[in-house]
């Protein structure tokens, strides 16, 4: 049974390479997920007995120091009687996006399904409910976006024994020691709230894994299970969570497990690796300065910045994963809908140099970035023209391979290429074609 793993509880440790680019190549493919943090966190959004709690929203409880009794009052205000999924996933698919993570429990232990495990969840907890994950499930398969969930495994602040990132019992904003209360004093003083406080071990037995074998049970497909977090995690609590992966036959999983497990994907955060790395990658990032919704300071990244992301990772063979954090009206915010917008706009015009691509044969372009499909006798190379030249001589270093055709993407105007000193020199048009960036097409024969 799953439960009885062998020495490695990870089902695709000896699969072959075969195996292995069978399973991923749908999500190679993809380059573009949508990542969705929601959750009560939604409801202060931010603020705290009128206080602005620093830091990205789902953290407030922490940050915030909120003992779980009053944290756990803010499910009240949780009511998205605005939430239409399939909205969400029309948002997520005319972007260009091809699968969805949605946050099906984060650090705060609430469950945005009927979980039966616990009451903290959106069917018991709050005025809505209903399970948020069935309707979107469907919507996915309707849309034919794959879905897949993040779940947080080891930090579970509401549940007693996941608590590794204790809360002080008397926090709360009013009480005068609230600012002076910090981990040395809550630990000598007893501080720590009651609620927290648990073995580890059990919480993963009869929490964690219950409820990850239900959102791997009960929606359908799930492509993908975002672990979070392997704060305080081993090798036998992973052993106790990972067998469930079986559930999903072909199931991506990430490197947040914890112990020792690499899974499939090294997720850096909230950055983009200087170059490529060797192994599967999925760069997770905000169009803001927060995950869960906040109701103030968003510093907003701009359509162009964020389709530069797309771009730099896909040139380096990564995925971007880009969140949203819906309201707890269940409102995907009008800032992120727009961008959205204007990054399927650009997408409908290039997507061709986005998906089924993989990295680019140059080190360093200084005026963008390139990307590739590779085919028997040869490739097409995509140019993603960020700075354009001013002569309008675009020049590919130490490319030495016959250049066949080469255009622009948008409209097919055929350019001229040919070979210099230094490489492939190709002559654009004097003037960029629109405000956010041009991709030229070169077909090239033999090897890359
Ligand atoms: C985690 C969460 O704590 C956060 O709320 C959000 O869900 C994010 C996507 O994941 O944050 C992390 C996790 C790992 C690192 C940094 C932030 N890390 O490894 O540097």
Redesign the pocket.
Known sequence: SLAEANDTSWPYANETKEQRNQRMDWWRDARFGM?I?WGVYSVPAGIYKGHKVKG?G??IMNRGKIPVAEYKEYAEGFNPVNYDPDKWVMLAKNAGIKYIVI?SK??DGFALYNSKVTDWDVVDATPYGKDLLKPLAEACKKHGIKLGF?Y?QA?DWCHKGGAVMRVPAKAGWDNPDHEKIDKFTAEHSGHWDPAQLGSMDEYIKNIAAPQVREILTNYGDIAVLWW??PVDMNKERADMLQPLISLQPGIITNN?LGGGYPGDLK?P??HIPAKGLDYDWEA?MTMNDT??FKSYDHNWKSAKNLIRNLVDIASKGGNYLL?VGPTSKGEIPQESVERLKEIGKWMSVNSRSIYETTASPFAKLSWGRCTKKTYINGADLYLHIFDWPEDGKLILPGLKNKVQQAYLLENMKKLKAASVSDGVMVELPSEPLNEIDTVAVLKVKGEL
């Open positions: 990542f943090h990205i789902e953290w946050t984060h650090h993040y947080s930090q979070d977090t947040r997720t955060e909230q997770c995950w869960g969140n």
